[in-house]
């Protein structure tokens, strides 16, 4: 071989890695500094005036800003895509805050998903685990409505099943596409909870307040957990919108049967 001809291939795998690299090395630097623990219920009703200010004179650039911050944090694994898109309702009013939620959640899932088709596809197999080759098998039945299915409902972690479709060598048409159709309910879903959301902070505070103001002593809390908001009826509604996606495959399965 060549000098040109190895300074081309040492060139070509560099370029193959980059992806990789860039993303890895976020990653490091977004848990390094502790930015997963930021996406908090807690953390957006402590900064929701400062942010509703900013965005009275930058409403266009606040828009832009949480849309990247959304699509880096599915890019980089980092949980909370629920409550982005619930601060999204809060902050841009339900319609907006989906449209933003929706698209920066596929943008997101779009690069975790080219980059696990690099040389970095046996490391992520190895931490995807085991359920990466049951995901493969629907993959390969019926890899648009499969994918649809896991979209609409929350049986496996976001990430993985981003990591699983690129291992199960899903098209990238076919992978974007059931990706932002399926995340269509969920993002209108929970950015709807998220546009109604300043009357459970406010009532929130003045219980706090109050107990703070009765009890001194007595430890008190400022309850603004996910469950309080997320309801039962919400994540069943989604749970049926994913089972009928499963409806073509099993028709398919049936008729293939002798």
Known sequence: MTSAMASQSRFSTAKR???VAVIAGLMAVA???GLHEQISLQSIAANRAELRR?????WLLALLIYGLVYACAVALSIPGATLLTIMGGLLFGWLTGAIAAIMAATA????IFLAA???LEAALSRKAGGIVSKLQEGFARDAF?????LRLTPVFPFWLVNIAAALAQVRLKTFVSA????????GFAFSFVGSGLDSLIDSQQL???ACLARTPATPCSFDLSASRIITPQILLALAALGVAALIPVLAKRLRARP
């Open 145 to 149: 409505n499969y994918l649809l299915f």
């Open 207 to 209: 219980a706090y307040d």
């Open 31 to 33: 848990y390094g500094l």
């Open 117 to 119: 088709r690099t040389p």
């Open 54 to 58: 900013y965005m009275a004179d930058n």
């Open 179 to 186: 990706t932002l159709i399926g995340i269509i309910p969920a």
């Open 17 to 19: 890695w980059l992806p």
């Open 108 to 111: 997101g899932a779009t690069i």
